[in-house]
């Protein structure tokens, strides 16, 4: 009994510690042993999860809440992996609701949302095209802002994914468009012809999680991961630039436009050390009326090391079509399987974002 109780007490201080955020990563080690042992152990920490999400839960400001049905988890012995899988699934539905109270990272907002795939009535939108317009999550904070002009964009990337990156996207082409050199949350820059709206410094962090900016004291550090449970999968998108091209795109003269990227990705350890997929998005938006609509975009990926020590340096190129008024550029991390489903402790990072606007063959203009 007393190896049993000391056992237990070990669960809970290892959890607490977690739970203040004071843990180091001897404790995440030590308590995924346990976890990972006796699910005596995995009872007990999700005891702890249910009793500190309530907490946190009735301080939130949630319109709806419906509770979840507390089951008993059968865990069969063979395999055991599978019977780590099963606790998993019901430790995250807690940790969601202990997350979803707004947390302020960094000077901007971070939840874990649902997110909620596309069905015909959000295909509607767009005329019945599932790859555009706006997937709308079932998180509040997550919703569009319809104070901003509609933005519509292709693809199945996170960002097109993501209700506060395109937000965000929508925002910078509103503060561009409207000359606010001043705004909160960005730098207004200019770089010749091209006006930008930068978002790096707004996400950057000093080392964390064990991670060092590849180079000078800072990098950029990507938003919490929304989690589609049935898809088993985990994802989250930043808009870093957005770019005002009118008055180089509009040349009679013009040769052709060539957007060229740079960046490196890292990521910290957490409970599941498993790769993740980073991406640079873009896309080539067309202003008019009131609508701001992708007219191109491209989406280049890499899979990242286990190494925390070690950056990935991702570099693609974007063909800028006719007719765009402005640039987004935006940075995604994405994980799928069991390993999603996981809290999201160890953190994305990316760092030396680098692009270049190629006008023609020899003339280079960095952003």
Do not use: C
């Amino acid at each position: 009994m007393n190896s049993t109780n000391d056992f237990l007490k070990e669960v809970d201080s290892l959890a607490v510690r977690v739970l203040d955020d004071i843990h180091t990563p001897a404790d995440m080690d030590r308590l995924s042993h346990l976890l990972l042992a006796s699910s005596q152990a995995r009872s007990r920490y999700a005891e702890l999860m249910i009793q500190d999400s309530m907490l946190h839960w009735e301080t939130s400001e949630v319109a709806e809440f419906e509770q979840p049905v507390q089951e008993a988890i059968s865990f069969p012995s063979p395999p055991l992996v599978a019977s780590i899988a099963a606790a998993v699934v019901a430790v995250f539905g807690v940790w969601l609701l202990k997350n979803d109270t707004s947390k302020v990272e960094n000077g901007h907002v971070a939840s874990n949302t649902v997110y909620v795939p596309a069905t015909p009535q959000t295909a509607s939108l767009s005329g019945g095209d599932p790859d555009r317009q706006v997937v709308k999550a079932t998180d509040p904070k997550a919703t569009e802002d319809t104070a901003l002009a509609v933005l519509e964009v292709d693809g199945k990337s996170p960002f097109t994914r993501s209700a506060e990156a395109r937000n965000e996207a929508r925002r910078g082409i509103r503060i561009l468009d409207d000359k606010k050199r001043f705004a909160d949350g960005g730098l207004f820059q200019f770089h010749g012809e091209v006006i930008g709206w930068n978002r790096e410094e707004h996400l950057s962090v000093p080392a964390e999680q064990g991670i060092l900016p590849l180079e000078g004291d800072d990098m950029i550090k990507l938003s919490r991961m929304s989690i589609d449970v049935p898809g088993q999968s985990a994802e989250s998108s930043e808009t870093l630039r957005v770019l005002d091209l009118r008055d180089v795109s509009r040349k009679e003269d013009d040769p052709g436009l060539r957007l060229s990227t740079s960046v490196y990705f890292n990521q910290g350890v957490g409970l599941a050390h498993g790769s993740t997929e980073f991406s640079v998005t873009v896309h080539a938006i067309s202003s008019s009326e009131g609508v701001d609509r992708s007219i191109g975009h491209k989406q280049s990926s890499i899979n990242s090391d286990l190494n925390p020590a070690t950056w990935e340096e991702l570099a693609s190129d974007f063909e800028i079509p006719d007719g765009t008024d402005y640039l987004l550029v935006a940075l995604n991390a994405r994980k799928e399987g069991s390993q999603a489903l996981l809290p999201d402790f160890g953190g994305h990072y990316a760092d030396q974002l680098r692009l270049n606007l190629i006008l023609g063959e020899n003339e280079s203009l960095p952003l």
